[in-house]
């Protein structure tokens, strides 16, 4: 008869929260419950509290980084000490991943936004499971095609001269629709706003005030931003 201890339950949760976790990975949507425990075998927890630097630009990257929850920022410095947004990654979401394909050092820095619980799968780790499981190839090159269509979207963002369409075209790639209506999905600062696109925190500000008196958008009391069909109907 087997006894099952508290120690066993504990380390039973702790196995089911790892595993409830994993499931909701976009990398690892399609895998079953066994397939997925073998790859919470594989993986190393870390805790990164807000503003705490997680990849360092240019560091030599060993590891691949699953964000459980959470959320990060990609960022560049210029010569003059401006930061620019390359991306922001959130829960289910993960980055690393380039560095150990075409093994070059990161070009860019990554930061906890807001305190954050991140998986961490060595390199060896990372191939030996793509090797073993086809559906997580699969699901990676998916992933892979969709940031390089964002990517895609941030050129023409750019190539706007404009720079209230800057921020029109920003947040048109950026809304959900949901029950509140159509809701900005990342919460940004002005500041991230304008380091995304390429134009002044001041010249942010000034845009979103006259939007806001317009009737264009509404800053809801849990600070998202509702586009509203006025918004939507001049674009």
Known sequence: ????????????????????????????????????SSIQKKIIIKSFKKNQTI???????????????GSVKVVQMTEDGREILLAIHRSGEFFGEIS??????????????????????S????????????KILDNLLKIFCARLRESWKRIKILSFTNAEQRVKMLFMKSYSLTEEGSILNIRL??????????ISRETVTRIIDKWRREGNIKILKNRKILLTDNFLKNL
Do not use: C, W
């Open 189 to 198: 600062t002005h500041q991230d706003i304008a380091n995304m696109i390429g």
């Open 100 to 121: 150990l394909i075409d093994k070059e050092t990161l070009p860019a820095t990554v930061i906890a936004i807001e305190d954050s619980s991140i998986a961490i799968i």
């Open 123 to 134: 390199g060896r780790d990372f191939f030996s499971i793509l090797k073993e499981n086809n």
């Open 55 to 69: 990849l360092h630009e240019e560091d030599t990257n060993e590891f691949m980084y699953i964000i459980l929850f």
């Open 1 to 36: 008869m087997k006894i099952v201890t508290s120690r066993n339950k504990m380390d039973r949760h702790k196995l089911d929260v790892k595993l409830n976790l994993l499931e909701q990975i976009n990398l690892f949507s399609s895998l079953n419950i066994d397939e997925l």
